[in-house]
T-cell receptor
Framework: DAGVTQSPTHLIKTRGQQVTLRCSPKSGHDTVSWYQQALGQGPQFIFQYYEEEERQRGNFPDRFSGHQFPNYSSELNVNALLLGDSALYLC?????????????FGPGTRLTVL | GNSVTQMEGPVTLSEEAFLTINCTYTATGYPSLFWYVQYPGEGLQLLLKATKADDKGSNKGFEATYRKETTSFHLEKGSVQVSDSAVYFCALRGGGGTSYGKLTFGQGTILTVHP
């Protein structure tokens, strides 16, 4: 049973560029959440997707956008990158309405903005 | 809004010592509470959870009890091992109709266990 997978593992971009991160949820899960984890900090919620729609959003600017596909996989897009966007980006999947809606995390994508 | 506060770290222990990592929370409604662990260079792994008051979550020798009266969810282990060295995060998922929503995390506690 495959867990949550994310790609790429590492990414280096320069300020002003755009980046797309990808996530495949755990088998049987239908909901994907994205988190940003700055170095030495706890993860911060960016947004959550269910049924291909953004259901909840954290305190992040519109430069952060996402998408969920019919197969439940998801993308996180960040435009006009800033140095402060350097972080580990974590994807978590869960199943709404299941016996447990615990979120399971992927290994993350390390984004470095130069 | 919801918030989670963890004890200041880092925590350094000798193997077989007793571990306590304190976690308190502020939330409306009836949140679910979680402990996640992060090993170096990896994502977060769920360690244990509790969904209602007085529930005890347990896994791999770790335990935590959901105390609504003290709004706490302290993590304990009776005898730590070197392999327990990691960063531990306390988190909550809000109640009050947001059960499927975001997790709010504490700042994390670094645990180092020496042989």
């Amino acid at each position: 049973d495959a867990g949550v997978t994310q790609s790429p593992t590492h990414l280096i971009k320069t300020r002003g560029q755009q980046v797309t991160l990808r996530c495949s949820p755990k088998s049987g899960h239908d909901t994907v959440s994205w988190y940003q984890q700055a170095l030495g900090q706890g993860p911060q919620f960016i947004f959550q997707y269910y049924e291909e729609e953004e259901r909840q959003r954290g305190n992040f600017p519109d430069r952060f956008s996402g998408h969920q596909f019919p197969n439940y996989s998801s993308e996180l897009n960040v435009n006009a990158l800033l140095l402060g966007d350097s972080a580990l980006y974590l994807c978590a999947s869960s199943l709404i309405g299941g016996k447990t809606d615990t979120q399971y995390f992927g290994p993350g994508t390390r984004l470095t903005v130069l | 809004g919801n918030s989670v506060t963890q004890m200041e770290g880092p925590v350094t222990l000798s193997e077989e010592a007793f571990l306590t990592i304190n976690c308190t929370y502020t939330a409306t409604g009836y949140p679910s509470l979680f402990w996640y662990v992060q090993y170096p260079g990896e994502g977060l792994q769920l360690l244990l959870k509790a969904t209602k008051a007085d529930d005890k979550g347990s896994n791999k020798g770790f335990e935590a009890t959901y105390r609504k009266e003290t709004t706490s969810f302290h993590l304990e282990k009776g005898s730590v091992q070197v392999s327990d060295s990691a960063v531990y995060f306390c988190a909550l998922r809000g109640g009050g109709g947001t059960s499927y929503g975001k997790l709010t995390f504490g700042q994390g506690t670094i645990l180092t266990v020496h042989p």
